[in-house]
């Protein structure tokens, strides 16, 4: 990951999405700065391990791992920088190399160093600089009706782009609001001071909708080297088909930055093919799967360990 030009190498997302949310956690940096987290949170599957209580690696929030490397090299680089670490949890993205409908694997890295158990998480991305009508082209017909009843009245609406106090505080407010009515998990809680310091990096855009003077709906943006992830957004609930004109204009928008070919990334469901996936594809939104790594240092399996049950409990949460 090359930090001038992916908004997750930052220092800004560093402290966003770490802080102190985990008890005895620090940053390791990756060569390529990837960030990860160093906690020494109990196991979820400790019948595995030798040790109830293990030091493990796991990536941040959203899709913020490496876009490129095979498992066994990423793993043994992060047990080279920190042989304590027990085990892990890395989110990438890496594309599946037309192989996303096999079984999950399990196999050992070079050298025998870990255990690996490969599987994908779904994200869903479009084209990026897709005129308005090939764009919606695209979506089911129950989205693109309800675009086209909202273009049709989008001079009542102003866009704006501008990284002010005042926006970042009615974006806390917007987002706090949607954060509480669909229950967000206390990773995907922020305050005022918490978006202020993620915003203050250029590779991090924040695009809002007002009506009548006020802010009805709001995205944070970030780059990532093949073009933007829709990484956050918040919008008055009082209209639910806001959520799709936030994505046209965030669309439309990320594409006015970006020359060359790229894609706008939707992001997952909160589980695989849920509701949340189903309205991104609604949107336009095509698959991609992205690969997941799931490790435990051989050192500290348990010897009695099969590698049917060392598959089926990795398959699970992990660490």
């Not at 160093?113 to 089911?140: C, W």
């Not at 009843?149 to 987002?175: E, H, V």
Request: hydrophobic fraction near 35%; aromatic fraction near 10%.
């Amino acid at each position: 990951m090359d930090s001038t030009t992916n908004a997750y190498a930052t220092q800004e997302f560093i402290k966003f999405a770490v802080k102190d949310r985990l008890s005895a956690s620090y940053l390791l940096n990756m060569p390529g700065n990837i960030p990860f987290w160093l906690t020494t949170k109990g196991c979820a599957n400790p019948s595995i391990l030798s040790k109830k209580e293990t030091l493990s690696a796991v990536t941040p929030i959203c899709f913020s791992g490496p876009t490129k490397g095979d498992a066994s090299r990423i793993v043994n680089t992060i047990i080279e920088h920190n042989p304590a670490v027990a085990a892990g949890f890395i989110q990438t993205r890496i594309e599946g190399n037309g192989d996303e409908t096999a079984d999950a694997i399990l196999h050992r890295s070079h050298e025998e160093q870990a255990a690996i158990y490969e599987d994908f998480r779904t994200n869903y991305r479009i084209p990026l600089h897709l005129g308005v009508d090939e764009l919606k082209s695209r979506m089911k017909r129950d989205s693109r009706s309800r675009v086209n009843k909202l273009k049709g009245c989008m001079d009542t609406f102003t866009i704006d782009t501008d990284k002010s106090k005042q926006n970042i505080q009615s974006f806390t407010d917007l987002y706090k609001h949607t954060a509480s009515k669909n229950s967000f998990s206390h990773a995907y809680c922020f305050e005022y001071e918490d978006w202020d310091t993620l915003l203050q990096n250029p590779l991090w855009y924040l695009v809002t909708l007002h009506k009548d003077n006020v802010m009805v709906g709001g995205a944070v943006l970030a780059s990532v080297p093949d073009g933007f992830d829709y990484a956050f957004m918040a919008y008055d609930d009082a209209s639910p088909d806001l959520s799709r004109l936030l994505i046209l204009v965030s669309y439309e928008f990320a594409s006015s930055l970006h020359d060359d070919e790229g894609y706008f990334y939707l992001g997952g469901g909160i589980s695989e093919e849920d509701a949340l996936a189903r309205f991104k594809i609604s949107m336009g939104g095509e698959a991609i799967k992205f690969k997941r790594i799931k490790f435990a240092q051989t050192r500290d399996l348990l010897p009695s360990i099969s590698q049917h049950e060392l598959k089926a409990q990795m398959s699970m949460r992990w660490p």
